[in-house]
């Protein structure tokens, strides 16, 4: 029955990496792997249950001696329990994460800041972009800032050739953005609310890294953009006017901004897990929406509400990840990942190259899953190496390829970007900046 499980993992997996070519949406087809691994697992308890298997919150001591008289039906549905309240915790943190950057970006808080670019020259353009996509995707995150970059760039790079290089070059910031803060990347996120990496450890021990990672193409990028951009002035100013206030874009770029980065504080104060302080800053920006909509005429007020913005969050990622996660995780309870972990200690006989392997492989397939299943193959202690350069690796290692990250497949989706030109002019950059991006991580730990 174990191999059933893989069968129905991996035919799901495929259904995924060919949602295009099959034409199903890969949420779906991972809600349908993670019900069915469950299925198969819950209804075949009694074979597959490894004794190991049974969790450390259920071998408490005052169970210790009824252990051994636990049926394994009831074991394996603890498992399924436990598994779907670390998996809601994650799925409403993203919902509350979303929703809150919707709500800034329908009362146009994120054009207070695109607005301000007026550099002509190109490579100056790309120093800035990058940049600034850089260090906006660490507040956000690098789904969220590739949207806003792609549409600025629309306005500012009227080429189609030279416009699809800046928007490579942002998969690449973003990506490399996200990685060094818990709010950055859903991989990173995922590794902090399960207590792998601290808040402000990450940031220190990755920081350097994801800047070189993105540094390396970004100097190599900007010696073959030359020259001066067209029309840049009259895309800038021709934006469509709206009714939304000065003050009020102001507000709430700025109540969303300290919103997110207050979430890693509340938890270091109440230590309620991290999804609780994402409602508060969610509670908090829906009260003063509601405040704030009587100055606005009523058009504005249906386009901005939180009801209207609610729409327009993306229940099908969501949704993907629950049913990515379910499978996973029914990997894990069979003990199949345990082993995965031991073959690669045997094979690899460097967690420092399993996890540049991992990250290279997110750029093939999601490194959502990948992430989970490194979490459910390992233990060890929090912000240990393995888990930083994990970190890394999962969130830079997708731009090697288009389809590698969430970011990736935005732009590809916003701006048709084609899969071999991709790989032909963006991948190469990408793929030196993940590496250096690794062996500085790899030197400042042995130095530092």
Not at 200 to 228: A, N, W
Request: hydrophobic share 55%; glycine share 8%; charged share 15%.
């Amino acid at each position: 029955m174990a191999i059933i499980i893989v069968v129905v993992f991996v035919l799901g997996y495929l259904a995924i990496a060919l949602e295009h070519q099959l034409k199903i949406n890969k949420a779906a087809s991972a809600l349908m792997i993670g019900t069915l691994c469950w299925a198969l697992y819950i209804t075949n308890a009694q074979q597959l249950l490894p004794p190991s298997s049974i969790p450390e919150w259920f071998s408490t001591e005052a169970h210790e001696e009824h252990i051994e008289n636990v049926s394994q039906h009831f074991v394996a549905d603890n498992q399924h329990l436990h598994l779907t309240g670390e998996i809601a915790s994650i799925l409403f943190f993203l919902m509350g994460a979303m929703t809150i950057v919707e709500l800034v970006d329908a009362h146009e808080g994120f054009a207070l800041i695109t607005k301000r670019i007026r550099t002509r020259k190109k490579s100056s353009l790309l120093w800035t972009v990058g940049l600034l996509t850089f260090f906006l995707s660490a507040v956000l995150d690098n789904l969220t800032t590739t949207i806003v970059m792609v549409s600025l760039l629309r306005k500012l790079v009227s080429d189609r050739d030279d416009r699809l290089r800046f928007v490579g070059l942002v998969v690449i910031a973003a990506n490399a953005g996200g990685a060094w803060t818990v709010i950055g990347d859903v991989t990173t996120t995922m590794l902090w609310i399960k207590h792998k990496i601290g808040t402000t450890e990450v940031m220190s021990e990755l920081f350097l890294g994801s800047l070189v990672c993105l540094l390396v193409p970004l100097i190599g990028m900007s010696r073959m953009m030359t020259g001066d951009l067209k029309d840049i002035e009259q895309k800038a100013q021709n934006g469509i006017e709206k009714s939304i206030k000065p003050w009020q874009q102001w507000l709430f770029l700025i109540l969303g901004l300290l919103g997110l980065l207050s979430v890693p504080v509340f938890k270091a104060v109440t230590h309620l897990p991290p999804y609780m302080g994402m409602m508060l800053a969610l509670g908090v920006l829906w009260v003063v929406s509601e405040f704030v909509s009587h100055t606005m005429d009523e058009a504005t007020r249906s386009s901005t509400g939180v009801l209207a913005v609610l729409r327009k969050v993306d229940m099908s990622s969501i949704l993907f990840f629950l049913g990515i996660l379910l499978a996973v995780g029914a990997l894990g309870a069979t003990g199949m990942l345990r082993s995965a972990a031991e073959w690669l200690d045997a094979t690899l006989f460097n967690r420092d190259i399993v996890a540049l392997a991992i990250g290279l492989v997110s750029a093939v397939v999601d490194n959502v899953p990948l992430v989970a299943a490194g979490i459910e193959m390992y233990e060890m202690p929090i912000n240990d190496d393995f888990w930083m350069l994990l970190a890394y690796c999962a969130g830079t290692g997708g731009s090697c390829l288009i389809i590698g990250s969430a970011a990736g497949v935005a732009a590809m989706g916003l701006e048709h970007i084609d899969f071999v030109w991709y790989m032909r002019r963006i991948a190469p950059w990408a793929f030196l900046g993940y590496l250096a991006g690794a062996v500085v991580f790899i030197v400042q730990r042995s130095l530092f």
